[in-house]
């Protein structure tokens, strides 16, 4: 089953002439889109600060920026419960600040120091925090799906209603672990979310290249489990479309595929002397997805919808600017791990 249609936003080339209510008219309450507004911001803001800071040698290695993709990510995860699960993958920072997990820890974390989420010993791409229900992200694509299987098994072995929200990109949903991990989740009938945030690209590689279906969502039909397209530009669509996906995951009816299109602004990777990629995309295709920037999409109809005044969306954004920097200086302040604690943490 595939179904078209859910976002509150069309894509560029078929814009709503209406815009959509974020007010009265939605079940949402304003506290909830507060916190959406705030978390989409502490994304792009929180990236924006690890990038300058990784260029400028003060965060040792080069990150994956998670900046446009803010909306298909808090949308996501705001549909989720504090005690769910949640597993991400290379383009690491968004999902666990989208799950709630504190930003001066997770800075700390980046900057290698004793007081990050794991002690310094992850940096920017191997990232967790078990208190938030973030259980992972990972350098190696496709390897946290089966892990998102394992907790909705583990979900089930205990008996709770709880489910797990499993990120993955379009280029992971050409891996082994995309078949293995749907296979067995729709067999199972277990409590996964699997969320494509599907921007396109695999590195440089044009989705088009290695996929012969349009929607990775079509892919849902070899699982018999539902398939959903949603505009990943638009929170409040892809808090829906979750939202219907975990009613059925706690119901025990199983796990569902939903894709959310959406676009990465910035290069795949980033790090000193990185060289120019191949030009492979154009200038007008950036400019169209950044003339639908999901933060100001997202204010623009709270504002409209006298769901928010901007004095009040203002307030928010400052916080969060205060938040960020009062991580930097956290992570900047932090000792960092004495040689001696290398062997701690591990299995041996
Ligand atoms: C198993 C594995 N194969 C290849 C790579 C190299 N690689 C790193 S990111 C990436 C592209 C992933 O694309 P996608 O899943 O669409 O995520 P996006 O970067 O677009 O968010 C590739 C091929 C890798 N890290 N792991
Ligand atoms: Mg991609």
């Not at 929180?46 to 290695?61: H, N, T, V, Y």
């Not at 959310?260 to 191949?278: L, N, S, V």
């Not at 709270?302 to 969060?320: A, D, F, N, W, Y």
Request: hydrophobic content about 40%; proline content about 5%; glycine content about 10%.
């Amino acid at each position: 089953m595939t179904s078209f249609g859910i976002s509150g936003f069309a894509h560029p080339e078929n814009a709503p002439s209406t815009p959509v209510d974020y007010g009265s008219g939605e079940q949402l309450p304003k506290q909830r889109l507060g916190e959406m507004l705030r978390r989409m911001l502490r994304i792009r803001r929180f990236d924006e600060r690890a990038s300058a800071l990784m260029m400028d040698s003060r965060i040792p290695g080069g990150l994956h920026n998670s900046i446009g993709q803010e909306a298909e990510i808090v949308g996501a995860c705001m549909a989720m419960r504090d005690d769910d699960y949640m597993t991400g993958n290379h383009r690491s920072h968004g999902h666990p600040i989208g799950k709630g997990v504190a930003l001066a820890p997770l800075m700390a974390e980046l900057f290698g120091k004793v007081t990050g989420v794991c002690h310094g010993k992850g940096g920017s791409m191997h990232l967790a925090d078990f208190s938030a229900g973030s259980l992972g992200e990972s350098g190696i694509v496709g390897s946290l799906m089966p892990v998102a299987v394992g907790a909705g098994l583990s979900a089930r072995l205990r008996r709770t209603d709880q489910a797990c929200l499993c990120f993955f990109g379009d280029g992971a949903a050409n891996c082994g672990p995309f078949h293995e991990s749907l296979n067995l989740a729709a067999v199972w009938k277990l409590p996964v979310i699997f969320l494509c945030e599907n921007n396109g690209y695999a590195i440089n590689t044009a989705q088009e290249q290695t996929m012969a279906v349009s929607n990775v969502a079509q892919r849902a039909s070899a699982y018999n489990i539902p398939g959903l397209i949603v505009d990943g530009q638009d929170a409040v669509a892809v808090y829906r479309a979750v939202s219907s996906a975990v009613v059925r995951a706690r119901r025990g009816e199983g796990p569902t595929l939903v894709e959310a299109k959406t676009y990465r602004y910035c290069e795949h990777f980033e790090a000193i002397g990185m060289p120019d990629p191949p030009a492979y995309r154009t200038v007008a295709e950036i400019e169209s997805w950044r003339s639908r920037d999901p933060i100001e999409l997202f204010v623009a109809c709270l504002e409209r919808s006298g769901g928010m005044t901007s004095k009040e969306v203002e307030t928010i954004r400052q916080q969060v600017e205060a938040e960020v920097e009062s991580a930097v200086t956290f992570a900047a302040q932090s000792p960092t791990p004495k040689a001696n604690a290398l062997l701690e943490d591990i299995y041996l």
